[in-house]
C-alpha cells in the first residue's frame, strides 16, 4: 500500500464517521446535511459552526499525524459546547469516548446551537489548559517536521561529539519523515519517561513518505538515524524485553555517513576506502583506537594517569590473536595520545590494537562463516543505490538478503542453492532506495554498520547542527560539569568548535533591555 492509499482509505473513513454523528447538528446550526458530507469543506463549515471562521489553521493541523490526536479532542469538545453541553462530566465523556459521544448529542438529545458563543475560557484552570495545549500543539510540529532535541548517550563519536552533549537535529535538511506510527504520545519516543510503559500502539501504520530536503546526505555527514537492528522494547534499557518495533520507534543512533549509496566500501587497518581510496575526513573529526600495552613493572596504569593522555575509557585485558597471549587494553585514544604515551617510561610495549586480515569475528556484518571480516579490517563491498541491479548468488546473499527481505519488504529465501523472493528464482536485484554506511570515530569501541549492515534512507531522521548544552557526568560539581566551551557550537565546519553563548547571553540581555524600558514609557505615557 502507497502512502496515498492509506492515507486516502483512513481520510475517507474519518468523513463518514464525522457525517454520521454530526449531519443533524449541522442542520440545527442552520446548515444543509450535505454540507457534513463535503470533505475538507466540511471542516471550514464546522469552523463556523464552533464559532472558529478565522483559525482556518485548524483545518491543515487536522490532517497531520500526530498534531490531529491533539487537534481531534479539541474539536469534539467545541462541538458540543457550541450546542450548549458544556458540563465537565460531558466533556470527559466526550474525551474518553473519542468523540463518539457526539453520536449521543446528535441523535438522542434535543439540543439547540448557541449563536455567537463566547470563547473566552469560563475559568482560570480553562486558560491554563488552552495556553498548554496550543504550546503542545506548536512544540510538536516542530519537534516532528523541523528540529528535534537529541543527548548523545555513547561514545562512538566521542572527541567530536562527547558524551552528554545536548544536540539540535535539522529534520529539514534531508527532508522531514512523516510519522508512522498514526497513535502515539507527543515528542515521545518510545516510552513515556519513567514509567517503561510503551508511548505508542503498533496499529493503525501509515506509509513511509518525506516530505523534500534541501540537500542529500554527503560523505562523512553526522547523521541521525533509527537503528535498524533495534528490537528492544525501552531505549534507554539494554536489558528490557525484546519485541518487534515499528521503523519510526526504533532506538535514535548517531554515526558518521563514510559510504553512499553505489560506494565500494574497505576497512583497512581500521580506516576506510571508497573506490581504494583513503576516505579524507574533516579536520574536526579525531579518530580514536584501541591499544594494546604491556607495562615494564606489570602493573596497570591508573586511570587518572591515562586521563592525562586524553584516554577516556579504563584499561582490560584483551587477548591478542596475533601474539596469543592476553595484553592490556585501552579502547580510546587518539593517534596524538599514542605518540604522547610511546614516549612513558612506565610502558614497555604499545601498538595499535588491530585484527589480522582474514581473522573472522563472529558479532560482524555479514555474520557469516564465508566472511573473514572484523573490525579492522573489513570488506569490500558495495552500497546498494536506488535503481543499482546486483548479481546474486551463493556468496554474497549474505550481503543483501536483509536489505532485500526487512527493508524492502519482499519474502526473500535461499533454498537448495538458489535465491527465491516469492517462491520465484533470481539472479539479480533492482534496489528501490539508497543505503549508506555509518560508522563511529571511535574504531575501537563503536557499535555501527560494522555490526548490522546497511542503513536505508527511510530510517534516516535527521542531520545534528548545533550543541547547545553539554553535561559531563563524571564531572565533580555542578560548575565543572558544564562543558562551557560547547555551548552553543556548531557540529559540522572547519577548525575546533567556537562557542556563541556569549553572544547569547547579549543578545538576551538586549530584549530584556528592550522589553524593559518599553514597558516604563507605557506606564509613563498612561
Same mark, same amino acid.
Given at each position: 500500500m502507497?502512502f496515498t492509499?492509506?492515507?486516502?482509505?483512513?481520510f475517507?473513513?474519518?468523513?463518514?464517521?464525522h457525517f454520521?454523528g454530526?449531519?443533524?447538528?449541522y442542520?440545527k446550526a442552520g446548515?444543509?446535511?450535505?454540507?457534513?458530507a463535503?470533505?475538507i469543506?466540511?471542516?471550514?463549515?464546522l469552523?463556523?459552526?464552533?464559532?472558529?471562521?478565522?483559525e482556518?489553521?485548524?483545518?491543515?493541523?487536522?490532517?497531520?499525524?500526530i498534531?490531529?490526536?491533539i487537534?481531534?479532542?479539541?474539536?469534539?469538545?467545541?462541538?458540543?459546547?457550541?450546542?450548549?453541553r458544556?458540563?465537565?462530566t460531558e466533556?470527559?465523556?466526550v474525551v474518553?469516548?473519542l468523540?463518539?459521544?457526539?453520536?449521543?448529542v446528535?441523535y438522542m438529545?434535543?439540543?439547540?446551537?448557541?449563536?455567537?458563543?463566547s470563547?473566552k475560557?469560563r475559568?482560570s484552570l480553562?486558560?491554563?489548559?488552552a495556553?498548554?495545549?496550543?504550546?503542545?500543539?506548536?512544540?510538536?510540529?516542530?519537534?516532528?517536521?523541523?528540529m528535534q532535541?537529541f543527548?548523545?548517550?555513547t561514545?562512538?563519536?566521542?572527541?567530536?561529539?562527547?558524551?552528554g552533549?545536548?544536540?539540535f537535529v535539522?529534520?529539514i535538511?534531508y527532508?522531514?519523515?512523516?510519522?508512522m506510527?498514526s497513535?502515539?504520545l507527543?515528542?515521545?519516543?518510545?516510552?513515556v519517561?519513567?514509567?517503561?510503559l510503551?508511548s505508542?500502539?503498533?496499529?493503525?501504520?501509515l506509509p513511509?513518505?518525506?516530505?523534500?530536503?534541501?540537500e542529500?546526505i554527503?560523505?562523512?555527514?553526522?547523521v541521525?538515524?533509527?537503528?535498524?537492528?533495534d528490537?528492544?522494547?525501552?531505549?534507554?534499557?539494554?536489558?528490557?524485553?525484546t519485541?518487534?518495533?515499528?521503523?519510526d520507534?526504533?532506538s535514535? %543512533?548517531?554515526?558518521?555517513c563514510?559510504?553512499l549509496? $553505489?560506494?565500494?566500501l574497505? #576497512?583497512r587497518?581500521?580506516?576506510v576506502?571508497? &573506490? *581504494?581510496?583513503k576516505?579524507v575526513l574533516?579536520?574536526?573529526?579525531?579518530?580514536?583506537?584501541?591499544?594494546?600495552?604491556i607495562?615494564?613493572?606489570?602493573s596497570?596504569?591508573?586511570d587518572?594517569v591515562?586521563n592525562?593522555?586524553?584516554?577516556?575509557d579504563?584499561?582490560s585485558y584483551?587477548?591478542?590473536?596475533?601474539i596469543n597471549?592476553?595484553?592490556?587494553?585501552?579502547p580510546?585514544?587518539?593517534?596524538?595520545?599514542?605518540?604522547?604515551?610511546k614516549?612513558?617510561?612506565?610502558?614497555?610495549?604499545?601498538?595499535?590494537g588491530?585484527?589480522?586480515?582474514g581473522y573472522?569475528?563472529a558479532?560482524?556484518f555479514?555474520?557469516?562463516k564465508k566472511?573473514?571480516?572484523?573490525n579492522?579490517?573489513f570488506?569490500?563491498?558495495?552500497?546498494?543505490?536506488r535503481?543499482?541491479t546486483?548479481?546474486l548468488?551463493?556468496d554474497?546473499?549474505?550481503? %543483501?538478503?536483509?536489505a532485500i527481505?526487512?527493508y524492502? $519488504?519482499?519474502?526473500i529465501? #535461499?533454498?537448495?542453492?538458489?535465491?527465491?523472493i &516469492? *517462491?520465484?528464482v533470481i539472479?539479480?536485484?533492482?534496489?528501490?532506495?539508497?543505503?549508506?554506511w555509518?560508522m563511529?570515530?571511535?574504531?575501537?569501541?563503536s557499535?555501527d554498520?560494522?555490526?548490522?549492515?546497511?542503513?536505508?534512507?527511510?530510517h534516516?531522521?535527521g542531520?545534528p547542527?548545533?550543541?547547545?548544552f553539554?553535561w559531563?557526568?563524571?564531572a565533580?560539581g555542578?560548575?565543572?560539569?558544564?562543558r562551557?566551551?560547547?555551548?552553543f557550537?556548531t557540529?559540522?565546519?572547519n577548525?575546533?568548535?567556537?562557542s556563541y553563548?556569549r553572544y547569547?547571553?547579549?543578545?538576551l540581555?538586549?530584549w530584556?533591555g528592550f522589553n524593559?524600558?518599553r514597558?516604563?514609557?507605557?506606564?509613563?505615557?498612561?
Amino acid at each position: 500500500m502507497t502512502f496515498t492509499q492509506g492515507f486516502l482509505i483512513f481520510f475517507l473513513i474519518v468523513q463518514v464517521i464525522h457525517f454520521l454523528g454530526t449531519w443533524k447538528l449541522y442542520v440545527k446550526a442552520g446548515r444543509k446535511a450535505w454540507e457534513a458530507a463535503v470533505p475538507i469543506y466540511n471542516a471550514f463549515i464546522l469552523m463556523r459552526i464552533i464559532n472558529r471562521p478565522k483559525e482556518w489553521y485548524w483545518v491543515i493541523l487536522l490532517f497531520i499525524p500526530i498534531v490531529q490526536l491533539i487537534v481531534f479532542p479539541v474539536i469534539w469538545v467545541e462541538t458540543i459546547r457550541a450546542f450548549g453541553r458544556t458540563d465537565r462530566t460531558e466533556t470527559v465523556l466526550v474525551v474518553l469516548t473519542l468523540g463518539l459521544y457526539i453520536y449521543y448529542v446528535n441523535y438522542m438529545l434535543d439540543v439547540e446551537y448557541v449563536y455567537e458563543r463566547s470563547l473566552k475560557p469560563r475559568s482560570s484552570l480553562g486558560e491554563w489548559v488552552a495556553s498548554i495545549l496550543f504550546a503542545v500543539v506548536a512544540a510538536t510540529l516542530v519537534h516532528t517536521y523541523v528540529m528535534q532535541p537529541f543527548v548523545i548517550p555513547t561514545s562512538s563519536l566521542e572527541k567530536t561529539l562527547l558524551v552528554g552533549d545536548f544536540l539540535f537535529v535539522s529534520k529539514i535538511h534531508y527532508g522531514a519523515r512523516t510519522p508512522m506510527t498514526s497513535v502515539a504520545l507527543p515528542m515521545v519516543h518510545d516510552a513515556v519517561p519513567f514509567t517503561g510503559l510503551k508511548s505508542y500502539l503498533k496499529e493503525p501504520q501509515l506509509p513511509y513518505y518525506r516530505l523534500p530536503g534541501f540537500e542529500g546526505i554527503e560523505r562523512n555527514d553526522i547523521v541521525v538515524f533509527n537503528w535498524p537492528a533495534d528490537t528492544l522494547s525501552i531505549i534507554d534499557n539494554p536489558n528490557s524485553k525484546t519485541l518487534y518495533k515499528p521503523l519510526d520507534k526504533r532506538s535514535n %543512533y548517531v554515526k558518521r555517513c563514510v559510504g553512499l549509496p $553505489g560506494d565500494k566500501l574497505e #576497512v583497512r587497518e581500521g580506516y576506510v576506502y571508497i &573506490d *581504494g581510496k583513503k576516505n579524507v575526513l574533516p579536520d574536526r573529526t579525531k579518530l580514536q583506537f584501541s591499544y594494546k600495552f604491556i607495562p615494564k613493572d606489570n602493573s596497570i596504569l591508573a586511570d587518572e594517569v591515562l586521563n592525562t593522555y586524553g584516554i577516556t575509557d579504563g584499561v582490560s585485558y584483551w587477548n591478542d590473536p596475533k601474539i596469543n597471549r592476553d595484553t592490556l587494553s585501552f579502547p580510546s585514544a587518539t593517534e596524538q595520545a599514542y605518540q604522547r604515551l610511546k614516549n612513558n617510561n612506565s610502558i614497555a610495549f604499545i601498538e595499535k590494537g588491530t585484527l589480522p586480515k582474514g581473522y573472522r569475528d563472529a558479532s560482524i556484518f555479514p555474520h557469516s562463516k564465508k566472511y573473514n571480516w572484523n573490525n579492522y579490517e573489513f570488506g569490500p563491498l558495495q552500497i546498494p543505490a536506488r535503481g543499482m541491479t546486483i548479481e546474486l548468488n551463493m556468496d554474497n546473499i549474505p550481503l %543483501y538478503k536483509r536489505a532485500i527481505g526487512e527493508y524492502e $519488504g519482499n519474502n526473500i529465501t #535461499v533454498e537448495d542453492n538458489q535465491i527465491k523472493i &516469492d *517462491g520465484k528464482v533470481i539472479t539479480s536485484y533492482t534496489f528501490k532506495q539508497d543505503y549508506y554506511w555509518m560508522m563511529g570515530d571511535n574504531r575501537g569501541n563503536s557499535q555501527d554498520s560494522r555490526s548490522w549492515g546497511f542503513v536505508p534512507f527511510d530510517h534516516v531522521l535527521g542531520k545534528p547542527t548545533f550543541v547547545w548544552f553539554s553535561w559531563d557526568n563524571n564531572a565533580k560539581g555542578i560548575f565543572n560539569k558544564i562543558r562551557w566551551d560547547r555551548l552553543f557550537t556548531t557540529v559540522s565546519g572547519n577548525g575546533e568548535p567556537v562557542s556563541y553563548f556569549r553572544y547569547f547571553l547579549i543578545l538576551l540581555a538586549v530584549w530584556f533591555g528592550f522589553n524593559y524600558f518599553r514597558k516604563r514609557k507605557k506606564t509613563a505615557a498612561k
